[in-house]
């Protein structure tokens, strides 16, 4: 009898699974900064402190919020799990080995990347979701939390660490998602532009904010 | 010139293997670098010891059953070659070369640098072909084909199975020599009727084999002695979901 193939079963499903979460997560990024860009408006805070008020009573949001989590959690579980899948295809590595020659970096150390954008969502989940959302923020505005966060050098060092190993994760995520869902090479131009925007300007919109409350501090 | 060779012997399948080191000094630039094995497995056999054992056949290119990794690299560090094409000139004097077999869990080492490739066959026995009543030759512009559509599956047909890209990929994974086969097939007339269960019958083989998942590090393409594109693995992911999907 033939194997048969499933989406969910063969290594080519299972790529693609990765690539529809992967752009997903992509497009909440795009939210995000967005919503983001508020605490540059020089009001202090007003508007990005109304924004995430009606974020929070927003049954829509609430309810897209449980579609994202589960968005995360399963690129986060395929990733896992294409992984290991992989690592069992060579059980003997070579003596010598030069994939510096023949590949780029980001593109062979996605499963470490992905690893420490996972270390860093939770810290920043509980840095600042679970505070806005449930914990409560000490009597200070949303906007207040976010720039008394900004103020320590150590965590903003880390943030703009884990921004650049997002660029890093992004950089070699969103082209190969594409190229995993198929798509035509008079395209790969495009996309490679449309790529920018992830992996260069959104990280830089994130890091921009600690850079921003670090000199508005000292000022 | 003199050179040093670190060549992984490996008695049986069984293993264990090893780096072995061997010094020559009497090769000449424009020698192959398989003429350097040979000469070397002469010295061997005049001083009553096991030859080392790897594949060769065409000695131009053609063939695909050379494949070594060379210094690091699949078929040594030019482009487009394949193993048997490496010339000394390739080196400088004193270099070391290290060569080992290709690595992957479907390509088991049978002896020294020589890999069992069968997985390969099984999976061309899978749909790597097409169904026809051979008769006498078709007349050559019987079905007229676009052009560019006859260079893109030309392109693919040049494969010739060695398996760098298994050995480039960081995964093992048999994707490009896969979507080679199916974009070669696939794109031509006589290939149509068959190109939803090719697709599906060689995806399920290939993964049958235990030939790791696709992450577009594209080093297969970098490294195929051939320099069949990427492209063809975005044309087996399109043919999938095409045959699965819609
Ligand atoms: S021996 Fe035929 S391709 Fe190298």
Wanted: proline share 4%; net charge neutral.
């Amino acid at each position: 009898m033939r194997p048969t193939v499933t989406v969910y079963g063969s290594s080519i499903g299972q790529k693609i699974i990765s690539a529809i979460t992967g752009l997903f997560l992509c497009l909440f990024l795009v939210v995000h900064v967005s919503g983001n860009l508020l605490l540059f408006k020089g009001d202090e805070g007003k508007a990005f402190n109304e924004y995430v008020i009606a974020n929070t009573n927003s049954l829509l949001i609430r309810s897209i919020e449980i579609v994202l989590f589960a968005g995360f959690l399963i690129h986060i579980f395929w990733g896992i799990r294409v992984w290991l899948f992989n690592r069992r295809a060579r059980p003997l590595d070579y003596v010598e080995n030069r994939p510096s020659e023949n590949s780029s970096l980001p593109s062979r150390i996605m499963f470490i990347t992905g690893m420490l954008v996972i270390l860093f969502l939770v810290v920043h989940l509980r840095t600042f979701w679970i505070a806005m959302r449930f914990t409560g923020t000490g009597g200070l505005s949303d906007y207040e939390l976010v720039q008394a966060t900004f103020q320590s050098p150590l965590y903003d060092s880390f943030y703009i660490v884990c921004m650049a190993i997002l660029a890093y994760h992004l950089r070699q995520g969103f082209q190969s998602a594409f190229q995993t869902l198929g798509l035509r090479p008079i395209w790969r131009r495009a996309i490679d532009w449309v790529a920018v925007i992830f992996w260069l300007i959104i990280p830089i919109g994130f890091a921009a904010m600690p850079v921003y409350f670090l000199i508005k501090g000292a000022s | 010139m003199h050179i040093t060779l670190r060549i992984w012997r490996q008695t049986n399948p069984a293993g264990p293997g090893r780096l072995v080191t061997y010094e020559l000094s009497d090769v000449t630039e424009d020698m192959s670098l398989l003429e350097v094995l040979d000469l070397l497995n002469l010295q061997l056999a005049r001083n009553g010891e096991e030859p080392i054992a790897f594949d060769s056949d065409c000695r131009e290119g053609i063939c695909g059953s050379c494949g070594l990794q060379i210094n690091g690299r699949p078929h040594g560090p030019l482009k487009g070659v394949a193993s048997c094409q490496i010339h000394m000139r390739t080196f400088k004097e004193n270099d070391t070369i290290t060569i080992e077999p290709f690595r992957a869990k479907a390509f088991p080492v049978v002896k020294d640098l020589v890999i069992d490739r069968t997985a390969f066959d099984r999976i061309i026995q899978a749909g790597g072909f097409i169904s026809v009543n051979t008769g006498g030759a078709p007349d050559a512009n019987a079905i007229p084909i676009p052009k560019n559509t006859v260079d893109a599956a030309f392109e693919a047909a040049a494969c010739i199975s060695c398996g760098a890209c298994v050995a480039a990929c960081k995964n093992a994974s048999a994707m490009l020599f896969v979507a080679a086969k199916v974009a070669h097939l696939g794109r031509l007339p006589q290939g149509e009727v068959e190109r939803k269960e090719r697709c599906l019958s060689m995806v399920a083989q290939m993964d049958a084999e235990k030939f790791g998942a696709c992450s577009n590090t594209y080093a297969c393409e970098a490294e195929c002695p051939k320099e069949i594109s990427v492209d063809n693995i975005a044309f087996l992911n399109r043919e999938l979901l095409r045959a699965k999907v819609f």
